[in-house]
């Protein structure tokens, strides 16, 4: 009985754990909601109440602050390398690409206008054609020709992948389609002219109708495609990497807001992980606004000098080109087409591109403005500047010997006119050569210009998206380590 007794006191004093109702009036046993019976908890619920727990204690929150540090560094490094990636194949592609095809459409309009020019040319040299002159026409229509087999291997066909159909391309066939019908009424015409037939000069002359109103047309909308492609390429690459900015912002201000409370719980004035992080994150931050900065610096002055330069410049070609190609046919067809106020109609176009060119002729000879004084104007250094002032100077002589010929040719006599435009030294023919050189010459060296300040551009993104990778790992490195600093003093 004593032994009954002693063990039921012994049961009635053992201590019971004391239920209380938890959270959502659930009873809490040893602090865990207590199982209801018959009901099986599971895992996620079991998660869950181990993630309220956690987040209730200062290890749980710095677990938590330094998970959030970490993942905040490393898509601030992601987003500055996408970014600075992706500026960097742009400006690739303005100098390795579309600054190439819109000289390339340049050369193939120059090539046509030459080759029309010189059509004209041979044709005025007689029944047999100057091999020199022959050799100029068929080396402009083969330039002509690989161009544009370049321009389409680079041109997005109607109905590409990405829904975009290239300008470019519609024109490129164009331009596939009409030069063989041209090359034909130009043999027609010479065949004719061999012949001593009079309806050459017909053929000729419907041959230059149809580069005027077809051809060069098509071949100046390749022109602005291409130009159009290289803006968009520039501004892609000036464009601000505004993500990677933000990133940076909001990572950079979460360290210091996460410094900050350390100090607040500790007194202690740094962390040496976290301070680290920070470091890491700022450097990110200032070489991407100064390699940005750089770059846009040398991509704005290839756009705004070099571009502009060579955009004067090549209109000025053209110019030259059309004007040449007018003066010849002036004499081809010796007042058989007129305007609608019975003025020689090409002799009209040769007066409208010389002004073009070169401005309104002043006193003494002397012209301004045109294309002419726009590519002087936007030259920034006297090497760019001589080639253009030579090519002014050629103006100036060709309009004086086109005004003698004119001349020659209104007193009847055609032969001294026929000399002094495709004769040798002292003819149109040889100030327009001059012309002509000038402006390659002056070609050249602004694309190397161009080039030189879009490479420079360039460089400033070099190593910018790897470095910013690299300091993106040591940053969340550091923000981790430091923060598992702080929790080692709770152990």
Known sequence: MSSVSSASSVASASPVAPQEPGPGGDVLVEGRPAVPSGRRRTAWAEGLDQLRAAA?????????????????????????????????????????????????????????????TTAAAGFLAGAVEPAATRQRYADDLATASQLLVKAAANARAPGAADGA???????????????????GLIETAKADNRQGLPLGGAYLRYANERMRSELLPAARALYEAETARLAADQERAMAWPWWALTAG??????????????????????????????????????WLVAGHAVARAGLGDAAGHGARSLGALNAARIDALRARGDENLTLVARGAVLTSDQKDFYEV???????????????????????????????????????????????????????????????GDYERALKQVIGGDGSTGASFDRVDGGLRRALEYEQERFRAAVDGGRAAFGGLAVGAGVLALVGAAAAVLGIGRRLSEYR
Do not use: C, K
């Not at 409370?261 to 040496?272: A, D, E, S």
């Open 349 to 411: 176009g040769f007066r409208d591109r010389m002004r073009e060119l070169a401005g309104a002729e002043g006193q003494g000879g002397e012209a301004s403005g045109g294309a002419l004084g726009a590519a002087l104007a936007v030259a920034d250094d006297e090497a760019g500047r001589r080639p253009v002032r030579d090519a002014l100077a050629a103006v100036r002589e060709w309009r004086e010997r086109h005004a003698a010929a004119r001349a020659a040719d209104d007193r």
């Open 249 to 286: 912002v909001i990572a950079i201000g979460a360290l210091v807001w996460a410094q900050r409370r350390h100090y607040r719980r500790t007194h202690r004035v740094f962390n040496r992980g976290l301070l680290a992080a920070t470091v890491a994150s700022v450097a990110v931050l200032l």
């Open 56 to 116: 209730t204690t200062e290890p749980g929150r710095l677990r938590a602050i330094g998970a959030v540090l970490a993942l905040l560094v490393l898509v601030f490094g992601a987003a500055t390398a996408w970014q600075v990636s992706d500026r960097a194949a742009a400006a690739r592609d303005v100098v390795a690409r579309s600054q190439l095809l819109a000289s390339d459409a340049a050369r193939v309009y120059g090539s046509l206008a030459d080759a029309d």
């Open 165 to 183: 159909a290239d300008p470019a391309a519609a024109q490129i066939a164009r331009l596939n389609e009409l030069l063989p019908r041209y090359a």
